[in-house]
């Protein structure tokens, strides 16, 4: 297809540079782009004066997940599996550019019959039915009516093919051309008006650009006939009918890879910096002889429909997501949790409650407890350091260069006696550089001492067989929740209700969201979700604040050479 006429390769070398912040200032004082003074001090905001507020933007490449959607989509074949893999670069290096092309070029079909979705026309015998498709099939894909100049550009380069080449060959390489564009591969917003009284240059997000960022964020591709519509009414054009949008969004079974994917990267599932995917955990195969590749899918299987249990049955409830004991199990996990009446097979699936007393949530899932946790045994450093980091979203130093990073392992002393996990982490962390911060670590991480290294109950430890002490310290909840509590079960009761956990869940949205992190320009935004998931204890209430916030449906462009880094 494009390989013979290469003209959409040419056009897209050109034009891929397009990448890094928008727009212009001098990031000084209470104008910088995200309330951070000259001397890097934080500039409060007055939340009450009500003058929407955003942290500063980059433009954005569309993930590989959202290309792959998206493509699937346009050319209406959802087995397509466009070959784009991450490219993390601020700006898009030659590889990115050939991988695109190499991917156009792939995925466009040999025949017209596909094309007949964008022309009233013969598009197969009719060289005036070329405009009419290449426009509309353009249209989808830019996600909002075509500008003058993007016509012509597209005239311009239908005119600039080979006029004796096969009319066929000449249309898939318009939509290669197509597939190409930054138009389809970036994600810009700039096209709005500016908003009133704002100090930092803010523009509200037209009807198309509210329309992208809904259907980029919630289903992870392309906005629908119904959400374009509502963008060419203006119902888009308030807050209230972005809500009505989103809550009809909700509902659709678009949004549940969207919804499994965030608990997978909350839970680290996929690995983090350090740590091993679940997939990927190395587990001592002579004391977990169940361990295999088969038994790691079927965790992330049950921790995936957990959340979409959450979300569809309990209507979001942030108190199940901590605290419920409802299970989708095959035959080997029922046997991991001690399941009596759940099935036997690999290949059966069933809905089950899983013991009250030993399990509450997803920190007691066997898919997160696997991957945070050694070769053969627990570790209440690995736990604790996540509970802090990532469900409390409390700020820990890293640790001394110099720190002994192997395993804890339980071990049988010579003279008799044990010394169980807790105890050499205890003994490990006692130094006074050391004592500082692992109080809280490990006092967190002993909470989860009853679940061995693959998720599995125990009163005993495997190698020592020493008795299981989950006593633990909770901080940094919340005054009324920090303290004394004995095992996970207890600990997540009172996770679930503390005020920084919501807080901790609204950044984390937030960031998927907007595809950044939260700056002080977004404290205001930030807040009102907050107290949203707080008062509400829905995670469907939370997104929905977070969808209508003055973050979410406003762009500050910010200045191109002073501004915090934003994720690309």
């Known amino acids: 297809m494009g390989k013979h006429l290469g003209f959409a390769w040419f056009a897209l070398t050109l034009a891929s540079g397009c990448t890094g912040l928008i727009g212009t200032g001098d990031g000084d004082g209470a104008g910088g782009p995200n309330g951070v003074g000259p001397n890097g001090q934080q500039i409060p905001l007055e939340c009450s004066l009500e003058i929407p507020q955003a942290g500063a933007e980059r433009i954005l490449r569309l993930t590989p997940e959202q290309y792959a959607n998206s493509v699937r989509v346009l050319l209406n074949d959802e087995n397509l599996d466009p070959s784009i893999d991450a490219d993390r670069e601020s700006i898009a290096t030659l590889n990115a550019v050939r991988k695109w092309y190499d991917a156009a070029d792939a995925v466009i079909p040999t025949g017209t019959a596909w094309m007949s979705t964008y022309a009233s026309c013969d598009?197969?015998?009719?060289?005036?039915?070329?405009?009419?498709?290449?426009?509309?099939?353009?249209?989808?894909?830019?996600?909002?009516?075509?500008?003058?100049?993007?016509?012509?550009?597209?005239?311009?380069?239908?005119?600039?093919?080979?006029?004796?080449?096969?009319?066929?060959?000449?249309?898939?390489?318009?939509?290669?051309?197509?597939?190409?564009a930054p138009e389809f591969l970036y994600i810009y917003f700039g096209e709005g008006a500016p908003v009133e009284d704002s100090p930092h240059g803010l523009l509200s997000l037209t009807g198309y650009e509210r329309a992208q960022r809904l259907s980029f964020f919630l289903w992870n591709s392309l906005p629908d006939q119904s959400l374009l519509d509502a963008a060419a009414n203006g119902d888009l054009d308030t807050p209230e009918g972005v809500r009505t949008q989103a809550e009809r969004m909700l509902m659709d079974d678009r949004v549940k890879p969207v919804l499994r994917s965030f608990l997978a990267e909350w839970l680290e599932l996929n690995g983090a910096a350090i740590l091993p995917s679940l997939g990927q955990s190395p587990k001592d195969s002579e004391l977990f002889p169940a361990m295999n590749d088969s038994l790691r899918a079927a965790m992330r299987t049950e921790i995936e429909a957990f959340m979409e249990y959450v979300m569809f049955e309990k209507d979001g409830s942030m108190e199940a997501l901590f605290t419920d004991t409802r299970a989708y199990v095959n035959g080997p996990l029922a046997e991991l949790y001690g399941v009596s009446n759940?099935?036997?097979?690999?290949?059966?699936?069933?809905?089950?409650?899983?013991?009250?007393?030993?399990?509450?949530?997803?920190?007691?899932?066997?898919?997160?407890?696997?991957?945070?946790?050694?070769?053969?045994?627990?570790?209440?450093?690995?736990?604790?350091?996540?509970?802090?980091?990532?469900?409390?979203?409390?700020?820990?130093?890293?640790?001394?260069?110099?720190?002994?990073?192997?395993?804890v392992e339980a071990t049988d002393l010579d003279e008799g006696g044990v010394l169980t996990v807790r105890k050499q982490t205890e003994i490990r962390t006692s130094p006074g550089s050391c004592a500082g911060c692992h109080n809280e670590i490990n006092g967190l991480g002993f909470a989860f001492e009853h679940y061995d290294a693959i998720g599995a109950w125990q009163d005993e430890e495997a190698v020592t067989g020493g008795d299981i002490d989950a006593s633990a310290n909770l901080s940094h909840a919340g005054a009324e929740f920090?303290?004394?509590?004995?095992?996970?079960?207890?600990?997540?009761?009172?996770?679930?209700?503390?005020?920084?956990?919501?807080?901790?869940?609204?950044?984390?949205?937030?960031?998927?969201?907007?595809?950044?992190?939260?700056?002080?320009?977004?404290?205001?935004?930030?807040?009102?979700?907050?107290?949203?998931?707080?008062?509400s204890g829905s995670i469907r209430e939370l997104l929905l604040a977070i969808i209508t916030s003055d973050a979410f449906l406003n762009v500050n462009h910010g200045p191109t050479d002073t501004e915090e880094a934003a994720s690309p």
């Open 123 to 180: 598009v197969s015998g009719d060289e005036n039915c070329a405009a009419e498709f290449y426009a509309a099939f353009a249209t989808r894909a830019f996600r909002r009516p075509l500008l003058d100049d993007e016509k012509a550009w597209l005239d311009e380069a239908w005119a600039a093919l080979p006029a004796d080449a096969p009319l066929v060959e000449r249309l898939q390489t318009m939509a290669e051309l197509v597939l190409q």
């Open 342 to 407: 759940g099935p036997t097979g690999a290949n059966e699936w069933k809905w089950v409650d899983l013991d009250p007393s030993e399990r509450a949530g997803m920190l007691t899932r066997a898919g997160f407890l696997t991957v945070h946790a050694g070769q053969t045994a627990t570790s209440p450093i690995r736990r604790g350091v996540y509970m802090l980091r990532n469900v409390l979203c409390y700020d820990i130093p890293p640790p001394p260069a110099n720190v002994d990073n192997s395993p």
């Open 482 to 535: 920090d303290g004394p509590v004995d095992g996970a079960v207890k600990l997540s009761e009172k996770l679930a209700m503390s005020p920084a956990v919501a807080q901790c869940a609204t950044e984390k949205w937030f960031q998927v969201a907007v595809r950044r992190s939260p700056v002080p320009l977004d404290d205001c935004a930030v807040a009102s979700v907050r107290d949203t998931v707080s008062s």
